[in-house]
């Protein structure tokens, strides 16, 4: 190739790429992907209004530049794409030439993810916000006040969002991102409750530590139960290893990865189901009532979760955990659960208690029984985690029950709390034998002599 071609050709290639470079410009643009693991985001010309206006404002320059990272930023999937609105809708209002809100719902998340949002709906996670009518409830909005329970229960359960004029939403009620939040188009729920806002991270929605925001704490310590297992552990040393961003249909258990998360075990796939977003789909108990029960259809459930549990488990190691966990449910039910329950019921029904909700004693000591001490331990023995269901739970059932609980019956109901303690599994404290006693002593003295 001579001179005169070699110039002519890079001029028309120069050429090409300012054209392309104007169209790009006027269409939206593309930046250069920086490495193979980097997304490349498409931005168009209406997000890259709103873009700009942000950043040049500095307002939400962060969640712009999480955007930039995402999925829907590879697709073009941008700010309108997600916040535009019809002018009929309740929280709509005009925004830059643009008629937009600031909720994202599950409906308008549906138009693109409407199995996911099908599922989610038909979820417990989507009716979390029902929790408004319960002891929780009035835990919080009366007997701490309303500003505790908005900043603190609805956070993780949800509340009804309501709109003031102008499209505005009422400080009161938002910000909300709670699992069952009730949104201004009738939806229930929040999307960005696990796969927070603007990355949308499948990854991130995928580790515990997303499920620990809400599942810890003294009443419900899914997470601190999780870390103990030997599932957390195995989790937290090889989480490098877990595939948390491959796609819904290339993350099934024992195959794409080995260690259990929260969202394997009851969202995962296997051979034999796919990914759900209905959370209690594999669950055969309830473990937060007074007294669990066994749900709906909890044969099916079970079958689905024992799916997960083969994945990596031998089938006869699934039936005999299962098998402990039923055993310690039925022992909580039967021993503590059900007799305390039945003792508040006589009590409220024979007009010894008052209608009001914990102005007396022993509603706090019942209420702490079962809500907190007697969800750890069942909770414990769902995700073997021995402490939580020893030490955290039976032994605190166990001790409030008997030093608490019974004397405080005892006070109001002398008959009722003799015919619980007459029942078989409390016979130990009518006293042990003397054989029973020698036995014990001695054990203790060999195990803890110097």
Known sequence: MNTKDF??????????????????????????????????PYISSANKKCIDCHIKKDVGEGQVNDWKHSRHAEKGIGCIECHKADAKDADAYKHEGFIVATIVSPKDCSKCHEEEAKEFQASHHAQAAKFIGSLDNILGNIVEGPAA???????????????????????????????????????????????????????????????????????????????????????????????????????????????????????G?????????????????????????????????RKDMKAVCTSCHAPEYVDNFYAQFDAGVNLYNEKFGRPAKEAMDKLRADGKLTATPFDENIEWTFYELWHHEGRRARHGLSMMGPDFTQWHGFYEVAKHFYTKFIPELKELEPKL????????????????????????????????KQ
């Open 149 to 267: 329970a908005n900043s603190g229960c609805r956070q993780c359960h949800g509340s009804e969002v309501k709109v003031l004029a102008g499209g505005k939403l009422d400080p009161a009620t938002w910000p909300n991102t709670g699992v069952g939040r009730v949104n201004p188009d009738g939806s229930k729920g929040s999307c960005t409750a696990c796969h927070m806002r603007h990355s949308f991270s499948r990854a991130q929605a995928r580790q515990p530590e997303n499920c620990g925001r809400c599942h810890m704490g003294p009443d419900h310590p899914q997470m601190e139960i999780y870390t103990e297992s030997k599932h957390g552990i195995l989790y937290n040393a090889n989480k490098d290893r877990m595939n948390l961003n491959n796609p819904k249909d290339k993350w099934i258990a024992g195959r794409d990865y080995l260690y259990p998360t929260c969202s394997s075990c009851h969202m």
């Open 417 to 448: 709390a003799s015919k619980i303690l007459a029942m078989e599994e409390h016979r130990w404290k009518k006293g042990l034998s003397k054989e029973d006693i020698a036995k014990t002593l001695e054990f203790y003295k060999e195990r803890y």
């Open 7 to 40: 110039n002519l050709m890079k001029y028309f290639t120069g050429a090409l790429s300012l054209i392309l470079f104007i169209a790009l410009t006027i269409v939206g643009y593309v930046e250069v992907r920086a490495s193979k693991d980097e997304v490349r």
């Open 269 to 301: 796939a296997t051979d034999q189901q796919p990914t759900t977003h209905d959370v209690g789909k594999r669950i055969s108990w309830t473990l937060r009532p007074v007294i669990s029960t066994k749900l709906e259809n909890w044969e099916e459930r």
